[in-house]
């Protein structure tokens, strides 16, 4: 066995389920740091082989299906990431309908006062404005 496959052996096997629980850069990072290890940074199709046998659950079902419907979203690292983080980056818990409801809308602000106007502010229709000379 060469120095290369016992560094090899050593590498974790990365699983990646998309869940919320889960940070997708954190899968990234350590599915790059075993294609520079192999040195299989050009090797774009071994990539995107490599990244989906990781994957399980939640994840692998987007992954096909995306991988059908646009398969050069995987066609090298940068789209692949691109890709990934647009689909699990933001997923987090999800939020109960009143805290989405409330992020998206702010009451208006209360009145200042409801009490009648003084009757100084008030036009009187009456009174007559001297005119200037």
């Not at 850069?25 to 050009?42: H, P, Y």
């Not at 994957?55 to 646009?70: C, E, I, P, Y």
């Not at 983080?85 to 209360?110: D, I, Y």
Request: aromatic share 8%; charged share 25%.
């Amino acid at each position: 066995m060469c120095d290369d496959e016992r560094t090899l052996e050593k590498l974790e096997v990365l699983k990646f389920s998309g869940l919320p629980s889960e940070d997708v850069t954190e899968f990234l990072g350590a599915v790059k740091r075993v294609v520079i290890a192999r040195g299989r940074q050009k090797d774009h199709e071994w990539i995107t082989d490599y990244t989906e046998s990781c994957l399980r659950g939640n994840a692998m079902k987007w992954f096909d299906g995306a991988s059908v419907t646009d398969p050069s979203q995987f066609s090298t690292w940068p789209s692949l990431r691109r890709a990934f983080l647009g689909r699990f980056e933001l997923s987090g818990p999800p939020q109960a309908p009143a805290a989405v409801a409330s992020a998206a809308w702010t009451p208006p602000p209360e009145p200042v006062s409801n009490a009648p106007l003084p009757s100084s502010i008030i036009p009187n229709p009456t009174r007559s404005v001297a005119k200037a000379s």
